[in-house]
């Protein structure tokens, strides 16, 4: 069964940092794209990166601030957030497949950037 569980969510003010992490199982990420999206307030499904093989992709807003990365061993992807700005506040989930066709995701975990 495909399970994805995100982690590290939290507050944090203007320019701090953050890193979410999640957990797979029931599949193995690394033979898959994964992806990080985010849902703010009153809006829709924003898609912020995605890894596939050794290659990463980052939408505009985040390029530059959000860094993808994966831990095979232990079967995890993560997201180091940097200069995190109030437009940043969302739920953010990780997701698997192909951009906006995603096959699994996660329950979210809340990111709220404020002073």
């Known amino acids: 069964q495909v399970q994805l569980v995100e982690s590290g969510g939290g507050l944090v003010q203007p320019g701090g940092s953050l890193r979410l992490s999640c957990e797979a199982s029931g599949f193995t990420i690394r033979l898959y794209i994964m992806n990080w999206v985010r849902q703010a307030p009153g809006k829709g499904l924003e898609w912020i990166s995605s890894?596939?093989?050794?290659?990463?992709d980052y939408a505009d807003s985040v390029k530059g601030r959000f860094t993808i990365s994966r831990d095979n061993a232990k079967n995890t992807l993560n997201l180091e957030m940097n200069s995190l700005k109030p437009e940043d506040t969302a739920v953010y989930y990780c997701a698997k497949g192909f951009r906006n066709q995603y096959s699994a995701r996660g329950q979210g975990t809340q990111v709220t950037v404020s002073s």
């Open positions: 890894i596939s093989g050794g290659t990463t």
